[in-house]
């Protein structure tokens, strides 16, 4: 019983390791994209002031 007890308990310790690992993957992921968003908007940003500039 106390083999299957630990089975278990290590079963869903892999499980919640797997869960974290996907969350953090994910986490990783927005942020990314997020810091992506930023630049993109800073560029448009500035070549916006560019031509504001040259005109």
Known sequence: M???QQQHVQQLLN???EHV???VE???KQIIDEQQDRL???RET???LG???AA
């Open 2 to 4: 106390m083999r299957a």
């Open 15 to 17: 499980m919640m390791r």
């Open 21 to 23: 690992r996907a969350l």
């Open 26 to 28: 994910n986490a990783q």
């Open 40 to 42: 993109r908007l800073m």
């Open 46 to 48: 500035a070549d916006t």
């Open 51 to 53: 031509r504001a500039a």
